[in-house]
Each structure stands twice: as C-alpha cells, then as structure tokens.
C-alpha cells in the first residue's frame, strides 16, 4: 500500500488526505500547528467570536467563503466533510440569493440550488474538515514541523531529486512515496529544494491588495439581508459582506497594497467611519462587533513552475493549495482551487500511481495547466488592471485599457441584473462551476451585453468618491 505524506492540514491538505485515503492509501498528515475541532468549536461560541491567530496561516482571521464549485467538490466526494460542516454550525446560503427579484432577475429558479454553500468562519472550516480527517480509516494526524525534505541518490544520468519522504523538527525522518505539500501560502519547500539543487521556478503575480474586516454579530441568530451581490467595486476601495455561522457575519474593505493614506482603516474608528459612508453595507454594519479590525496585507500573488524546459525539476513531491499558488483572496476561488487540485492529484495518482514518478508529474501538471492555471492567469490579469486603475483614482485620473476581458468583467458587473441567464452565467463563472466558454454556449448573451454596456458607469453603486472618503477620514490633502 503506497504511503504518502502530507505536509500541512490545512483545508487543501486534509481533502487531499481524505481523497487519497478512500483509494486505500496510508496517509500520515503532519501540521507545525494541528487544532482540536472540539475546542476551535467552543471558542467560536464564546463572547469574543473565536480564535483570529494560527501561527502557519496568517489569513486565518480573515472572512472565507467556500464558493459552490468547492462545495460540489465536498457533496461528490466527501459527504462526511459535508455533515461536519452542517454540525459544526455551516449556515445555508445561496450566493445568487441577494439577486433574486432585483432588476430584471426574477424569483428564484429550481437550478438556483447549484448556487448554495455552507457560510461559516474560517477557524469552523478547518475543524470540520479536521473533524471529518479523524474520522477517515487510512490517515494519520500528527503534530509535527517539517524542516526538511530527505532525497534519494541522484543517479548519475538525471539531475533533479526525488523526494523519498521528509525531516520533521525533532530530526526525525517519515519515508513516503510521495510527499504532497499542502503548507500554505508562506510554503518553505522551494527554499529546501533549492538546498538540494532543485528550483522550482516561481512566477510572480501582483503585490496584491490589503484586508480590513470587521465581524458581526446579531443578538437572535438572524443576519443582514444579502446584498445583490456580495463583492462590489468603488473608486480605490471593493467592499466585500460575507455570511457566516451563529449569526455571525463579516465586512471587508479591500483596498491597494500600495495605498498608504488607507491604512488608516486598520483603527476602528476610522473604519467605522469609512464603512458608513457606502449605502449598500449600511445594513451590514448594524450589529455587535465581535472584535477590532482584522488587517491583511502582504498578499502578493505566485504560482510555482513544476517543469524546467517541459521536464519535471523534481519527482516524489507535488504542491496543492496555496503551496502551488496564491490568487487574489477578494474571490474567494482558494479553497475551491485547492480541492479541485486535490482531485487531479488523486485522479493522476489512480491511473498511474507513484512507480514512475517523472510521469505522475507531467499527467499532474498537464491537468493543473489544462484547468486551474486558466483561472490564475484569469485572476493574474485583473489584479494587474484594477491595481492600475486604483493608482489612477487615487491621483484623480480615469483608467482606461483596450484589454477586452478587463472591459467586459467591468461591463458585467454592471449589467449583470438585467437578465435572468445573465446572471446565472456570471454566477456560475465567479462559483467556479463552470468556464465562461461554458456558461455563455448557445446563448445571444454577449450581444445582448454588448447592447446594454452603452453609457454604463464604472461603479454602479453609490459610495463616496475618493476625496469626500479622505475628507471623512481627516485625511484631506495627504495625497
Ligand atoms: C485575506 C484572505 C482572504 C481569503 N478569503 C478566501 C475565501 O473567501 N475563500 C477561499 O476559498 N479562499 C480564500 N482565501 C484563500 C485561502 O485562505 C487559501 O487558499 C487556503 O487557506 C489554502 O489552503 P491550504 O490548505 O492550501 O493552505 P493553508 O490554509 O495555508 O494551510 C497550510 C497548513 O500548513 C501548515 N504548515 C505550514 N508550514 C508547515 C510545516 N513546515 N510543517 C508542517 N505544517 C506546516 C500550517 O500550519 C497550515 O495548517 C483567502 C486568502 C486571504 C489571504
């Protein structure tokens, strides 16, 4: 029975666990930092709303939704992860929910259901997947740091590794026949394969954009209506409202990495403040903070390169998740991403196993390019856009580019309720459960766009412009 070690139980790494384990493999999953799904289930509970800190994962305080294509993944191959998340308090919620009887929309559809997921705070995902791990004949859960990666001899006519298992803090080695790195964004495995010769080329994204969320609380259970749709645009600040569990629920103001004067939102009174001023999430700030503002930055974009001059750079050793690479978190696409990964991972390993290792590399990135990699370049792009666009508003100038996804993503979103299909398409792009090729086949709907996107703004919904936003935080005239 093949043996492989999992480095990180983090939501990727336990679905590739409990993925392999059901095709009989012994799985030993080791994390610096593993939780007890028990205590993490109490403490959401409590007064202050739950632990905001893990040493490994620094986005661990910050809102997640699990988009429907990642919760399609659960329902199809793990039902057991599924009534953990229910247990553990997932609050049923449709994405497209907010939109049904706005514009042109309509009333709910019977295929609407494709569009539900479980809300719930990110320390409750990991403990249900954790959960649903422990109970999973085949893996094992252990408490340990990998610190290094053990190799076999290079035979004198190739020149890359091949990983034979890993070195863990204490010294101690776990010999595997595959090693499945699941650490995280912050992943150390490049820097250890450099050590032994090894690069895997890293393909630098954008330095990304910062996070400043609030979570709320309702006294009865209840939550704020859901907004037409829960990720919206403004001039130099996206604002975000996310569901959750317990009558819990989250506000986030996205802003550039790059935007100096806005990190004045990291005080929660200037939070506050700035929050007040958009509309559209008025009812969302109407509750009981849980806690202060949860700030993020350093969010840079990367995905890793698995072959140098289309062979692999080493064998024995696959990325998934975030170790693989990052995406702009405003989507929500990284859980999704990551188990669809951990599908091809298993789908690769069960035609070819791990006899020839070389081979299982190439099928595993020829079907991560074929997929997910459009996703990230997808993703890549707009960050490069809206970044730029944002250095342009934040000098009082409009962006323009002749970039057509750009322009069309843009015009979607603007027009977007004006017709029942249309917004399914655009759902079921952004939920990842299906391509655009896919959504928009046999349909008029790209003249139909075309048609509406005459004369729309940039930003449909109403919010301050940049100026009277920094009048607002006392910070007039610092620009
Ligand atoms: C601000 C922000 C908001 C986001 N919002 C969303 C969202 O709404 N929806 C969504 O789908 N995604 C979101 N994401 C992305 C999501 O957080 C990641 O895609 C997801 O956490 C990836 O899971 P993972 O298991 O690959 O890695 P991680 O969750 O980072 O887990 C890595 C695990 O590895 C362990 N580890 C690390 N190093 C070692 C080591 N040396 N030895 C042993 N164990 C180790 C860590 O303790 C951890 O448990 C967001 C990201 C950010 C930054």
Not at 142 to 159: I, Q, S
Not at 451 to 478: I, Q
Request: charged share 25%; net charge neutral; no cysteine.
């Amino acid at each position: 029975m093949a043996h492989t070690v999992v480095i990180g139980a983090g939501p990727v790494g336990l679905v590739a666990a409990m993925l392999l384990a059901a095709e009989g493999q012994r799985v030993t999953v080791l994390d610096r930092d593993l939780m007890d799904p028990r205590a993490e289930d109490v403490v959401a509970s409590s007064a202050g709303g739950g632990r905001r800190q893990r040493p490994g994962v620094r986005q661990f305080g910050q809102p997640h939704i699990l988009l429907p294509g990642g919760m399609r993944v659960l329902d199809r191959e793990l039902p057991r992860a599924v009534a953990e998340l229910g247990a553990i308090g997932g609050h049923p919620y449709n994405v497209i929910s907010g939109a049904w009887g706005a514009g042109e929309v309509g009333a709910e559809q019977p295929g609407d259901t494709r569009f539900e997921t479980l809300a719930l705070r990110r320390p409750l995902v990991e403990a249900a997947l954790l959960a649903a791990a422990r109970e999973t004949p085949g893996i094992t859960l252990r408490r340990e740091r990998v610190t290094g990666l053990l190799t076999a001899p290079k035979p004198p006519e190739r020149d890359r590794p091949r990983v034979t298992g890993v070195v863990t803090a204490d010294g101690a080695t776990v010999p595997a026949d595959l090693v499945v790195d699941a650490s995280g964004r912050d992943t150390r495995l490049p820097a250890l394969l450099e050590k032994q010769g090894a690069r895997l080329a890293e393909l630098p994204g954008t330095n990304g954009f910062r996070y400043y969320s609030r979570f709320f609380r309702s006294p009865d259970g209840s939550l704020p209506k859901p907004r037409r749709w829960p990720l919206t645009h403004h001039d130099s600040v996206s604002l975000i409202t996310l569901p959750a569990d317990r009558g819990t629920w989250s506000v986030t103001l996205v802003t550039s990495g790059r935007d100096q004067i806005l990190r004045a939102l990291g005080e929660t009174a200037v939070w506050d403040r700035a929050a007040a001023l958009y509309p559209e999430i008025r009812p969302w700030l109407d509750g009981e903070p849980l806690d202060g503002v949860t700030v993020m930055g350093g969010t840079a974009t990367r995905r890793h390169e698995l072959l140098r001059d289309d062979r692999p750079v080493v064998t024995g050793l696959l990325p998934v998740g975030d170790a693989w690479a990052t995406t702009n978190p405003q989507f929500g696409m990284g859980l999704t991403m990551g188990f669809r990964q951990a599908e091809l991972l298993r789908d690769q390993l069960r035609k070819l196993g791990t006899e020839d290792p070389a081979e299982l590399v190439l099928a595993y990135d020829r079907a991560t390019e074929d997929t997910l990699v459009p996703l990230w370049a997808d993703s890549d792009a707009w960050d490069r856009h809206r970044l730029a666009e944002i250095d342009e508003e934040t000098q009082g100038r409009t962006y323009r580019s002749d970039d057509p996804a750009w322009n069309l993503r843009n015009v979607l979103d603007a027009v977007r309720l004006r017709d029942p299909r249309l917004l399914r398409a655009v759902a079921d792009v952004a939920s990842l459960l299906r391509t655009p090729d896919e959504a928009l086949a046999g349909t008029d709907l790209l003249t139909r766009v075309a048609e509406w996107s005459v004369g729309v703004p940039r930003h449909t919904e109403p919010g301050p412009a940049r100026s009277r936003l920094l009048t607002a935080l006392g910070a007039a005239g610092r620009e």
